[in-house]
């Protein structure tokens, strides 16, 4: 099980240069609002996932004035020497991930390494925005326990990249398309077979952490939607190729996927009060994590940013229960209340550091 010991960062964000060691159990950090307690917690995600959990580009990464950045994490893996693993990124889009020193051939071998998951206040994203938040989600999740689904969305988003531009170019070969669909084919199967999994796995563990975290008020559920439910992609590609040689774009297929969260038989985002969006969603990542656990055999990092924002103390409550009640590993946890945090947490374990941070400097300090 992957603890991390021991974080260095170096321009990234409002961070100029920090070290900072944890505790192998619960980590606390507070501060008021935008000072950087979220970039800590997404720095530590950089270091499993080779990209931020915020922002798609990377040029909004780097510290203002700065043209590069880097993270590196000292990591004890449950046996033998501590494996060190950095990352180096500038402006020109250069990435290097290396472990104790040596890099990777690619970037994607990383993922999967030092499993994670995060709860924060931007999942709302994943019930008021589009399809391509929730898809998101499922690539996350599931390219960090499965590397032949990694490989295959890769595989498949390359190639739809190429019939996107064949189609937007008026490129008309129909032998050269049937080609491109027969690939793509394989890899959505793939993809959509995961998914699919994944979505029948997740919910009966979802609808176990909400009923204990909102009391059992309201009955939850996934619904998975994909084209794939109708037939083969290849034979989906071939009704809509004239459809898609108009339009200019493959109108078909994973990349379409969507997950429909309800509550009641309703969708969540039209009938779920904040709260109870608030409760689903950390329920939704919780039962991430239980997946993600039993896949891996030993708890995942969880990282807690500001997840007390919106839940009632009752809620609080239940849901700090829940993770006491559990075999967790290493939590990372940010509130602005650090005595809001502190007298939950102290009652949980003694093995706990906490800190706090202000205009990007971090400071390790004593209880509350």
């Known amino acids: 099980m992957p603890i991390l010991k021991k974080i260095a960062i170096q321009d990234f964000r409002n961070i100029v240069f920090q070290e900072l060691s944890f505790s192998p159990n ?31 580009s990377d040029r909004f990464n780097f510290r203002h004035g700065t043209e590069a950045f880097a993270i ?25 991930i290396r472990r104790d020193d040596k890099p990777y051939p690619k970037v994607s071998g990383h993922i999967g390494v030092l499993p994670i ?37 890769q595989q498949y988003n390359r190639l739809l990249v190429q019939r996107n531009k064949m189609l ?33 796995d997740l919910v009966p563990i979802l609808s176990e952490y909400y009923a204990n975290l909102s009391g059992g008020r309201e009955e939850v559920a996934i619904g998975y939607q994909s084209d794939l439910r109708k037939g083969s992609l290849v034979d989906l590609l071939k009704a809509s190729r004239e459809k898609d040689k108009v339009l200019g774009y493959t109108s078909v ?13 309703y969708p969540i985002r039209r009938c779920g009060s904040q709260g109870q969006q608030k409760s689903f969603l950390v329920s939704l990542k919780f039962a991430q994590y239980e997946i993600m656990k039993r896949r891996y055999g030993f708890p995942p990092t969880m990282l807690l940013d500001d997840v007390f924002d919106k839940l009632d103390m009752g809620r609080i409550g ?51």
Not at 73 to 93: C, H, I
Not at 348 to 368: H, I, N, P, Q, S
């Open 26 to 56: 619960i980590n606390c950090v507070s501060g008021n609002n935008g000072v950087g307690k979220t970039n800590l917690m997404d720095a530590i995600w950089y270091l499993s996932m080779t990209k931020s959990a915020f922002s798609t």
């Open 72 to 96: 590196s994490g000292t990591y004890d893996m449950g046996g033998g020497p501590l494996a060190r693993f950095s990352v180096q990124v500038n402006s020109k889009g250069e990435k290097k």
């Open 117 to 153: 998951v995060m709860v924060s206040p931007s999942d709302t994203s994943l019930v008021s925005e589009s399809g391509d938040d929730r898809r998101r989600f499922m690539n996350a999740v599931l390219s960090q326990m499965d590397r032949e689904y990694l490989s295959s969305i």
């Open 168 to 200: 937007k170019d008026g490129v008309g070969d129909e032998g050269l398309l049937s080609v491109f669909d027969e690939r793509m084919d394989l890899y959505a199967q793939v993809v959509f077979g995961a998914r699919e999994k994944f979505v029948r």
């Open 253 to 265: 297929g994973v990349q379409r996927d969507d997950l429909e969260f309800k509550m009641d038989g």
């Open 318 to 368: 239940n849901l700090l229960g829940m993770v006491a009640g559990s075999d967790f590993g290493q939590i990372f946890i940010t509130d602005s209340n650090k005595v809001r945090m502190s007298g939950i947490v102290d009652n949980l374990t003694a093995d706990r550091a906490y800190f706090e941070v202000d205009a990007g400097e971090f400071k390790e300090v004593g209880d509350a």
